[in-house]
């Protein structure tokens, strides 16, 4: 985490989370309800990987699933980088900052993309390097957002994905139910920001909250757990704008296009609800009454709990399985867990599907 950032966290008596979780490094404010009116959530349990040189946009442009091209100062992508077997090794949010392209992804995931990511260089005129601590991160979810962040950016983005920039800070709109922001910036803008919000009634929460916002907003999170096991269409990238068909060659990009041209897809990613006290872990298996399949009917992404003994996920799971019968949680060998209520996300799952 920034230093200045940590220290100014600390003064508002949070440490960093320290758990071995997906959220470790950010801090450790309470966990508030679900449906708190505003909310502040530091995300430095994000890692930055700054791209940059003059050849930055041709290099990722053969390393990722979207078109790098796109990209502008005031709109970011959801993306990710695939096996040769198209399977993601890493999801992440892409960004043009200045001079350089930012991936943001969790810091659990960014020693590998970047050791990946560095292997393919060769004689390109590209810098890859972890920009983790130069830049802060944190949320803001909630009516009174707009309010807390209009003084400092004036036009606010209105469209999921876009960006607003002023000076050295970048405000960017992410999918919702509720307006919700992610802020990037130097820590005393930041800091700024974060007390502008405070002092506008937002209540500083723990990092679950963002989480459980992108779970509902039906945007997947590659995590170590579940890396290397999904081709995008399986996660719905293809259905948020996270995969370009159009772009050309990328690794991976020849199974991910045979799929959408040639196959069919039978897997797909739903929001589920479980009722359980024991909470579903990403890369939790499902379980289904007479699946035949070898790799089982599916998969948890990640879960985070809604209230207490409930608990909301994303699953990759077999269409045929989600819809020809019940859908539970397995683990420790058992087939016997608690029942998925399945839903499918407020984008629809499209023509693919």
Known sequence: MNA??????????????????????????????????????????LGVIAVGGPEAVDFLQGQVSNDVRELSGTHTQLNSHCSAKGRMLASFRLLRSGESLLLLLPRCQLDTLLKRLRM????????????TDALVRFGIIGRCADDALAGRFGALPRGDNDMSQA???????????????????PAAEAQA?????????????????????????????????TADAFV????????????????GCYTGQEVVARIQYLGKLKRRMYIAEADTDSGPKPGDALSAAGSGSEQGPGRVIDARASAP??????????????????LRLSGNGRDDGPVLKLRAPAYGFGEAS
Not at 203 to 218: C, F, K, Q, T, Y
Not at 240 to 246: A, K, L, N, P
């Open 120 to 131: 393919f260089v060769l004689r390109a005129k590209v810098s890859i390097d972890d920009a």
């Open 232 to 247: 995008p269409q399986m996660a719905n990238l293809h259905l948020i704008d996270g995969v370009s068909f159009h772009k």
């Open 309 to 326: 003994g409930r608990w909301e996920l994303l699953v990759v799971a077999e269409i045929a399985a989600a819809e020809g019968g019940e």
């Open 167 to 185: 000076g050295d800070l970048a405000l960017i709109r992410v999918a919702g139910e509720v307006p919700r922001y992610l802020v990037i910036g």
């Open 4 to 45: 200045d950032w940590q220290a100014f966290l600390s003064t508002r008596g949070a440490s960093a989370i320290a758990d071995g979780s997906a959220n470790e490094g950010a801090a450790a404010f309470p966990k508030v309800a679900a449906d708190t009116p505003c909310a502040l959530t530091d995300l430095a349990h």
């Open 193 to 225: 920001i974060w007390q502008a919000a405070v002092e506008q009634g937002a209540v500083e929460a723990h990092p679950d909250l963002w989480a459980l916002n992108d779970i509902r907003a039906g945007i997947p999170t590659v995590l170590p757990e």
